[in-house]
């Protein structure tokens, strides 16, 4: 029997990339892809800044990392940050089965969405997460607001 990695230490390899993201001068939303015993995947941040690409969030490019797979029901995608809409979509068209968040106090996205199309879903509500989050929105708020999609 091999050892399972916690949901903690899954979120350690997304904040790892939030903060990577936020050296970067980007938002600090990081995420990765692991399967089922807890083996990284992919990882990846939200690169909207960087490159200049609103379709970059941290969840869409831990996906891309990965690489492809036949399926994954059996993956987690971990993010430090409640999934917006659109990150919700991805995990819904390919099926991953789990989603474990960082925190969903700054930003409530589509994680309860999921939980009623069967994924499971975790809410770690994690002081680190909303911390950075939070001094992000205070230093940054049009640049949060246009990454959430509000407008004026």
């Known amino acids: 029997m091999g050892f399972m990695i916690t949901a903690e230490r899954m979120l350690d390899v997304a904040v790892e990339q939030a903060r ?7 938002i600090p939303i990081g995420a990765a892809l692991f399967d089922a015993e807890g083996n990284v995947l992919g990882r990846g941040h939200n690169r909207r800044v960087q490159d ?31 999934p917006c809409w659109y990150c919700s979509g991805l995990v819904r068209q390919f099926g991953i089965g789990a989603v474990i968040v960082g925190e969903s106090r700054t930003f409530t996205g589509g994680h309860d969405w999921l939980a009623e199309h069967g994924v499971s879903i975790t809410v770690l509500d994690d002081s680190g997460c909303v911390d950075m989050m939070t ?8 640049l949060w607001f246009e990454d959430i999609g509000v407008t004026g």
């Open 20 to 26: 990577v993201g936020l050296a970067e001068g980007g």
């Open 52 to 82: 200049g690409d609103p379709s970059v969030h941290a969840e869409t490019a831990a996906f891309r990392d990965a690489g492809r797979r036949r399926d994954y029901r059996d993956t987690i995608m971990v993010t430090t940050l409640s």
């Open 135 to 142: 001094r992000f929105i205070d230093e940054q708020p049009q």
